[in-house]
């Protein structure tokens, strides 16, 4: 079972919160 | 070979443009850096509707490589860039926006923003129900497999640690002592590629009107 995150931590895993991909070409 | 031409000075502008320097002096970023902004604003801006503004769809192709699909959270972060809710980021509301992922941006605005950005209807509170969706949504986007019950613990666990006064709902001041205690809960909020800027889009030059 993994180590329990917290789910704001899960949350932000997003790749819709992840910006840092507009900036990729 | 190396040397940069004199670039037209009033070279078409896409709509809703401002002026570098007055971005600058409300933002976190510099001129030449909003200058490189504004070539990541045009290339995303054309590359379905070519009005010069984002829209919805163009901001999903950008994150997901592909406009087909709703997704909660980037369609949450388009709604909060799109200040003035007309339904397309302009290019000063791209700017202010993501002034607050800058890694040198105050953190109390970080802090702001992703209250805002989980409070999904706009109670002015994190509601239990709301986290337990995003959680959720997590979950369908990506390859994690939790069992409803580990989602209730998590759910359950961080709301109970969050929530400090026990009114089921987390206010602003509760998630501000959360994150400082969680750090790492607004680990998406700061953009390293920010401070590269300049770099990345180094075709700024060409149209720059200063020189930082």
């Not at chain 2, 001129?31 to 504004?38: R, S």
């Not at chain 2, 997590?138 to 994690?144: F, I």
């Given at each position: 079972r993994p180590a329990v995150m917290n789910a704001f931590?899960?949350?932000?895993?997003?790749?819709?919160?992840?910006?840092?991909?507009?900036?990729e070409k | 070979m190396g040397c940069v031409l004199s670039s037209p000075r009033r070279s078409r502008r896409t709509p809703g443009y401002e002026e570098p320097t007055v971005l600058a002096s409300q933002t976190s970023?510099?001129?030449?850096?909003?200058?490189?902004?504004?070539?990541?604003?045009?290339?995303?801006s054309y590359s379905i509707f070519k009005d010069g503004l984002i829209h919805k769809e163009e901001f999903r192709l950008a994150l997901f490589r592909t406009s087909k699909g709703a997704n909660l959270f980037a369609d949450r972060v388009f709604d909060l860039f799109d200040l003035k809710r007309n339904g397309v980021i302009e290019f000063g509301e791209f700017?202010?926006?993501?002034?607050?992922?800058?890694?040198?941006?105050?953190?109390?605005?970080?802090?702001?923003?992703?209250?805002?950005?989980?409070?999904?209807?706009?109670?002015?509170y994190i509601?239990?129900?709301?986290?337990?969706?995003?959680?959720?949504?997590?979950?369908?986007?990506?390859?994690?497999?939790?069992?409803?019950?580990?989602?209730?613990?998590?759910?359950?666990n961080t709301f109970s640690q969050a929530d400090s006064n026990g009114d089921d709902r987390i206010d602003p001041k509760e998630w501000e002592e959360f994150v400082k205690k969680n750090p790492a809960s607004l680990r998406n909020m700061s953009l390293p590629y920010l401070q590269d800027i300049t770099t990345a889009f180094p075709s700024f030059v060409m149209h720059s009107e200063v020189d930082d």
């Open positions: 931590e899960l949350i932000s895993t997003s790749q819709g919160l992840n910006l840092g991909t507009l900036f | 970023f510099t001129v030449n850096e909003v200058e490189a902004l504004y070539e990541l604003y045009k290339k995303l700017v202010r926006s993501l002034s607050i992922f800058h890694p040198r941006a105050p953190e109390s605005d970080k802090t702001a923003f992703a209250f805002k950005l989980y409070d999904l209807r706009g109670t002015g509601e239990k129900e709301e986290l337990r969706e995003m959680v959720v949504a997590l979950l369908d986007e990506s390859d994690l497999c939790l069992s409803d019950s580990a989602v209730e613990e998590i759910v359950d």
